[in-house]
């Protein structure tokens, strides 16, 4: 499911117009990644959390070239559904059904 389409459901089942849902799902992206980039987790009770996940310091290989390169230690982004939106993926029929064919 694309951007568009979320967009279009959300406006469908709400009655609010496309445009607002589209500045609405706009600004709740700016906000998750400008809190992540200031270093801010943010949980949202019954969905998941985005979390920086610190990655550690190590050694790899520039296979084409056979040399050794070091990656410093850095931080990702990342997200941990919640035990509820688990449950419910866990669950749910359709994902059965398509696994199962």
Known sequence: MTKAEVIAEIAD???I?????????????KVVKDSMAEGNNIYVR?????????????????ISK?????IDEHFIPS?????????KIKN???I???ANA
């Open 13 to 15: 089942k709400t009655g």
């Open 17 to 29: 117009e496309k445009a607002d849902v589209s500045a609405t799902v706009e600004a709740f992206f």
């Open 92 to 94: 749910s029929k359709k």
């Open 96 to 98: 059965k059904e398509t």
């Open 46 to 62: 019954g969905f998941g959390s985005f979390v920086n996940k610190k990655r550690a310091k190590k050694v790899a290989r520039n």
């Open 66 to 70: 056979n040399t050794s390169i070091i």
């Open 79 to 87: 997200f941990k559904p919640s035990k509820t939106f688990i449950g």
